[in-house]
């Protein structure tokens, strides 16, 4: 099948291009971008004049759930969710039930994704067997199982010496480390973040430091091993400034941030809705403020969704009882532009590289990109469709969203994986 698209602003951080082309898909990939002529042969053409084009989103952190916790989540449903965001590929997080920790859990995740189909599913594998931090997982045989990352994620590996020969393999086997920065014994028991609010509120603090001494004593190994070292969900105003004086010093380190803590603060707690309970916890102004100048200035990296469903009985109870995590797939992109791209806090190139681009570059794969000869995973975007969030609607099996109700301006029309449309939206 062959298709061209006419008239849309197509914005392609990855090759520099942004401004108002026609695309010619054909066979899965871009074939031509630029001014369509009698040589653009295709079998039809479409008018998306008005409508923005770019490369179909890339999440890095994305919990499914499955297996072993189906109720909350599947991989199908999961995949649902991204498409309708606006997702091509999505990193899956291990911290399932057993824990992806060897090549038949990871074929198992492979497999269920075949099955539903559309977009591309990549395992993320535990660093450690189990994720108890004890025993390294085979990393060598998770690497010949073509697994680009690995992580404890939901926990640290709080053991230095362990950490320090994970990165060590990791390195040998140019497999990336993602932490999940958090001291458990600075952390326990915190439901937000420490400060005046949570003394108003009642509420147990969950205190900086418990990531910021993580993130530093990361750093360090990373600088030691040479090992990819990758910060997942940083939260605060000094893991930032520490991550900016690694970067200085050569250190090959990347991080992400989510819409969540870009867009909210502590102060969002304070109607104890259990929705915006998060790990790590929303922080302070100061502490949002410096995660975005540190997104728009490329110091962190990428937007991942941290996408996290519960089960409605799990999540709708008392805010310290609750478990940790929100939803994010389906709103991201629209909150994102809406709060950040339209407010001109960030710029619509510097947001779709950071959901797209950059997170190709970090896992070593393909993608993220618009030119001639990429495989054709793109989104078609209105910039100017105005929509409120309801959860009840999601795809995703999960609808402890934070933005329930939001009016957001901005949403995905639809999203191609290998050129073929896999989402669109119905009027």
């Given amino acids: 099948m062959s298709l061209i698209y006419k008239g849309a602003r197509i914005i392609d951080p990855g090759s520099g291009f942004d401004g108002q082309a026609d695309l010619l898909v054909e066979n899965g990939k871009i074939a031509r971008r630029g001014t369509a002529d009698e040589s653009w042969q295709a079998a039809g053409e479409e008018d998306v004049s008005g409508l923005l084009i770019f490369p179909g989103l890339v999440d890095l952190h994305t919990h499914l759930r499955e297996p072993g916790g189906e109720h909350r989540e599947t991989i199908a449903t999961g995949m649902a969710a991204a498409m309708r965001g606006g997702y091509t590929t999505i990193f899956a997080m291990p911290n399932t ?46 690497a ?20 320090r020969l994970a990165m060590q393999y990791a390195a040998m086997f140019q497999l990336v480390i993602s932490e999940h920065c958090e001291d458990a014994n600075l952390a326990q028991g915190g439901a937000m973040n420490e400060g005046v609010t949570a003394t108003k509120l009642g509420l147990s ?24 070292l990758h910060l997942a969900h940083l939260s605060t105003k000094g893991s930032v400034e520490l991550l900016r004086r690694a970067k200085e010093r050569g250190v090959k380190v990347t991080a992400e941030v989510t819409p969540q803590h870009l867009l909210l603060t502590e102060e969002a707690v304070r109607g104890y809705d259990p929705n915006m309970k998060v790990n790590p916890p929303l922080r302070s102004e100061q502490d949002r403020q410096a995660l975005l100048a540190a997104l728009a200035d490329g110091t962190i990296d990428c937007i991942a969704t941290d996408h996290a469903p519960w089960a409605r009985q799990e999540k709708e109870v008392e805010f310290d009882a609750a478990p940790c995590g929100m939803v994010g797939l389906e709103t991201a992109l629209s909150a994102v532009w809406t709060k950040l791209v339209e407010t001109g806090q960030i ?15 970090i896992a070593g794969i393909p993608g993220g990109r618009l030119d001639e000869g ?34 957001l301006q901005g949403r995905v029309i639809r999203t191609a994986a290998a050129g073929e449309v896999v989402y669109r939206l119905e009027n």
């Fill in 97 to 142: 039930d057993p824990p992806v920790d060897n090549p038949p859990l990871v074929e198992f995740v492979r497999a269920q994704a075949r099955k539903a189909g559309g977009i591309t599913v990549e395992p993320i594998a535990a660093i450690t067997k189990g994720r108890k931090g004890q025993e390294l997982s085979p990393m060598g045989q998770l």
């Fill in 205 to 228: 603090p969950l205190p900086a430091l418990a990531e910021e001494v993580i993130v530093a004593r990361d750093l360090l190994l990373a600088r030691e091993t040479g090992c990819r």
């Fill in 374 to 407: 990429a495989k054709a995973d793109f989104v078609i975007f209105d910039p100017k469709c105005s929509w409120q969030v309801d959860p009840e609607k999601f795809a995703s099996k999960g609808k402890n969203t934070p933005f329930s109700g939001w009016e």
């Fill in 347 to 361: 710029s619509a190139a510097r947001a779709i590289e950071a959901m797209s681009a950059k997170p190709c570059q």
């Fill in 144 to 163: 010949k199982a073509g697994v680009k990352i690995l992580s404890d994620d939901g926990s640290t590996v709080a053991n230095a010496r362990l950490l």
